[in-house]
């Protein structure tokens, strides 16, 4: 079965800069020749130290930053080459969701602005809106509200339902419960679990804690430097590491 989201040796270069001291230009590899499927459904755990590049591959995986090299596949379909009118169907299948409940809501903005953004002035905005609320357990009363008036765990449902409402088939998760209390994690990694249950919905979820990862992941890719070290199955990366460094992360969450 073809992936729905696939990276064929993706590398991803910071812009070139001027040294100026010894006047040659020159630039940072951030990715280099990474190789990723996600199949629909499945979950992809991403882990990795700090600065490994997982921040990155998930802007690149979700078409947000464009890849230096090598392309993103959506069910077959390059983010970049693909025509416009495929482009323009594609975006609102890839959705992402970010780790600070707290900066990632637009202060200014209600509920109903924030979860109905996406649909600018589609009919039927506000049935849209409900539904989505519902998938994650709110109601349509607290719509009028704002970002402020909610905890941590509150704001990471509304950041969901955001990412619902356009019916994505990926969601792009970069360590979107870390900022949360342990209990509070737990319920948001349940609603994840339900909602991909039941809409078949595809995860990459990066996060540093593999308690999180093991929890949710069918495969695991272990980042390192910007290249993948190791991939497979969760139960195998987990329980018998073959690489050094992901033997390292295992070993240090303990
Ligand atoms: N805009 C930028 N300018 C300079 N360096 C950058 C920039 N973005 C990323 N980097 C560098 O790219 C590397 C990968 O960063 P990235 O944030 O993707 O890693 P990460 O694994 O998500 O890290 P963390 O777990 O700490 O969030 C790091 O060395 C980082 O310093």
Request: charged letters at 20%; glycine letters at 8%.
């Given at each position: 079965m073809i992936p729905i989201l696939q990276a064929r040796d993706v590398t991803y270069h910071l812009a070139e800069r001027q040294n100026r001291v010894f006047k040659r230009r020159f630039s940072k590899a951030i990715l280099q020749n990474i190789c990723l499927d996600l199949h629909g459904g499945r979950t992809l755990g991403i882990i990795g130290a700090s600065g490994s590049g997982k921040s990155t591959l998930c802007r690149v995986l979700s078409g947000l930053v464009s890849p230096s090299g090598g392309q993103v596949l959506y069910q077959g379909q390059d983010l970049e080459t693909a025509p416009a009118d495929v482009r323009k169907k594609i975006r609102p299948s890839i959705q992402m969701i970010f780790q600070d409940p707290y900066g990632a809501l637009?202060?200014?903005?209600?509920v109903r602005d924030i979860v109905g953004e996406p649909l600018?002035?589609?009919?039927n905005r506000d049935a849209h809106i409900a539904s989505a609320l519902a998938e994650v357990?709110?109601?349509?009363?607290?719509?009028?509200?704002?970002?402020?008036?909610?905890s941590g765990g509150q704001r990471q449902r509304i950041a969901i339902a955001r990412s619902l409402i356009t019916r994505p088939s990926v969601i792009i998760a970069d360590e979107a419960v870390s900022a949360l209390d342990v209990s509070t994690q737990a319920v948001v990694l349940n609603l994840l679990l339900d909602l991909q249950q039941r809409h078949g919905l595809a995860y990459v979820f990066v996060s540093h804690d593999l308690a999180v990862i093991r929890h949710l992941s069918h495969d695991i890719a272990v980042l390192d430097a910007g290249h993948i070290v190791e991939s497979g199955a969760a139960q195998d990366i987990l329980h018998a590491p073959a690489h050094p460094v992901t033997q390292a992360l295992i070993e240090n969450s303990y």
């Open positions: 637009d202060p200014r903005q209600t600018a002035d589609a009919p357990g709110l109601s349509m009363d607290v719509a009028g509200r704002y970002p402020q008036a909610f």
